[in-house]
């Protein structure tokens, strides 16, 4: 799916974030190296807030430390 929907190469170090409809379910997509991570969080009372997607691709960077 990443590679033929996303255009994206799985065997990087990315973090492929999938949101369920309701906004209430994210699984995330990570090759470590030797294999592929994937990680579940369901909230049962709030919903994840999701940046602008442009092109079903959404870019996110590392926070920077606030000093």
Do not use: S
């Not at 906004?23 to 919903?47: P, V």
């Amino acid at each position: 799916m990443m590679q033929n929907e996303l255009h994206k190469d799985p065997f990087t170090r990315t973090v492929f974030v999938f949101r369920a409809k309701k906004a209430d379910q994210l699984t995330l997509l990570y090759w470590e190296g030797t294999g592929l991570l994937m990680a579940y969080k369901r909230l049962e009372r709030h919903t994840f807030t999701w940046p602008a997607v442009e092109d079903g691709v959404m870019q996110c960077g590392w926070p920077r430390p606030v000093a």
